[in-house]
């Protein structure tokens, strides 16, 4: 049975400021709360037990899945997915209180990739000129612009502009409106989640499949598996096995819990085409919206 701890170490992808620590504001009421620099590090604190959770991004609506997130959980470390939470983004251009872009213009423009990404055609139409720096989040790339005496900025969050003392020159500045990111939520031994008082969207089942090799009508062979069950897929995605070209294995996330019936059926059948099935993660899936309270406090 699963172990119920009150003041449950929680990690996450920090510094302060960063898209995931809204996800743990929103989720976690309470709890020991240690951030990352990166998310191998956060998952390996989770897997050498130094926390009992870790929540980290695994897809964002724009720029598509976080692979360092699914490598990391499918080749280095084993930790079933407990839980999910979707939370709308919104990127915004972040100076110093002190600095005046129009006199001075921005040379360089901080932020983690996907953020970057998110925000090509606003960055492409108002600083064509500016220098595009990556960075491990957007909380860090916050601290880095309150931490500099140059014309630069930064992309992220309300969050980040308030904890790190900075200014929103432009607010929203993503290129579609409609922009979200799952974070994943990981533990090693099974504890009752303290989460806040969110009713689940739905119940989930992640799965990895492998095939034995390339072979026409091999995928078609797996979805078949699924689907005569009418078990509904909400994403299939491949990724490459690192043991050749042309090697890859399936995700799959089915939109309902895993239960002894269906499940076990589709696994035999796979196996019987020579397939391999391993669970990821069956788990209650939450999203938040503008209008959720805890999501206003944290923003």
Request: proline letters at 6%; glycine letters at 6%; a negative charge.
């Amino acid at each position: 049975m699963p172990e119920s701890e009150n003041n449950q170490k929680i990690g996450y992808l920090g510094p302060r400021g960063t898209f995931t620590k809204m996800a743990v504001d929103a989720l976690f009421e309470e709890g020991e709360f240690t951030s990352y620099e990166t998310i191998p590090a956060c998952l390996d604190a989770v897997e050498a037990g130094e926390i009992d959770t870790g929540v980290v991004p695994i897809e964002n609506a724009i720029e598509g899945s976080v692979h360092l997130t699914i490598d990391y959980l499918t080749h280095h470390v084993d930790l079933p997915i407990v839980a999910e939470m979707t939370v709308p983004i919104k990127q915004h251009l972040l100076v110093r209180g002190d600095y005046d872009p129009e006199k001075d213009g921005i040379t360089e423009v901080y932020s983690h990739s996907h953020a970057i990404a998110q925000c090509h055609q606003y960055l492409h139409k108002n600083y064509p000129e500016a220098e595009l720096c990556y960075t491990s989040s957007t909380g860090r790339a916050a601290e880095i612009v309150a931490e500099s005496d140059k014309p630069i900025a930064a992309i992220g969050n309300h969050l980040a502009a308030e904890q790190n003392g900075l200014t929103i020159l432009q607010h929203d500045i993503h290129d579609y409106a409609n922009n979200h990111t799952r974070f994943i939520v990981v533990q090693k031994q099974p504890k009752t989640l303290n989460i806040r008082d969110h009713i689940p969207t739905k119940q989930k089942t992640m799965v990895m499949v492998t095939l034995p090799k390339d072979y026409a009508g091999a995928l078609h062979q797996v979805l078949a598996a699924f689907a005569w069950r009418k078990m509904n897929l909400s994403k299939i995605e491949s990724r490459p096995m690192k043991t050749g070209l042309g090697n890859y294995f399936f995700l799959i996330d089915i939109d309902q819990p895993y239960d002894q019936v269906l499940f076990p059926g589709v696994e035999a059948e796979l196996e019987a085409l020579g397939c391999s099935l391993k669970l990821l993660g069956t788990y209650p899936s939450f999203e938040l919206n503008v209008s959720t309270p805890n999501l206003q406090a944290a923003e």
